[in-house]
């Protein structure tokens, strides 16, 4: 069964910068691996799509952090990152990843992340 593993969340200062990991474990043929994409909820709001990148490193962003993340993969390690640099206080959010299509994997534990004013 494949699972999704973030890390790298935490508390930073506004300006600041963080990297976090998605490691894909299990069958990554049981998922779209080739779509994926960072996903992130703040309180009281829905879950949004900010970052994405296909197999071939086509990447998109959400109009929020365009300029300032930026999403990377490397296939080799069945690993997604999230650079996240120049964070402001409404990038605070619980961060997860999974496919941005059909079919999805089960959600992970997520990673927290809080960017102080």
């Known amino acids: 069964q494949v699972q999704l593993v973030e890390s790298g969340g935490g508390l930073v200062q506004a300006g600041g910068s963080l990297r976090l990991s998605c490691a894909v474990s299990?069958?990554?043929?049981?998922?779209?691996?080739?779509?994926m994409g960072w996903y992130r909820q703040a309180p009281g709001k829905q879950r949004e799509l900010v970052a994405r990148?296909?197999?071939?490193?086509?990447?998109a962003y959400a109009d929020s952090v365009k300029g300032r993340f930026t999403i990377s993969r490397d296939n080799t390690k069945n690993t997604v990152y999230l650079q996240m640099n120049n964070l402001r206080f409404e990038d605070t959010a619980f961060y997860s990843c999974?496919?941005?299509?059909?079919?999805?994997?089960?959600w992970g534990q997520g990673t927290q992340v809080t960017v102080s004013s």
């Open positions: 999974n496919t941005y299509s059909p079919p999805f994997g089960p």
């Open positions: 299990g069958s990554t043929l049981s998922i779209n691996f080739n779509h």
């Open positions: 990148i296909d197999n071939v490193g086509f990447t």
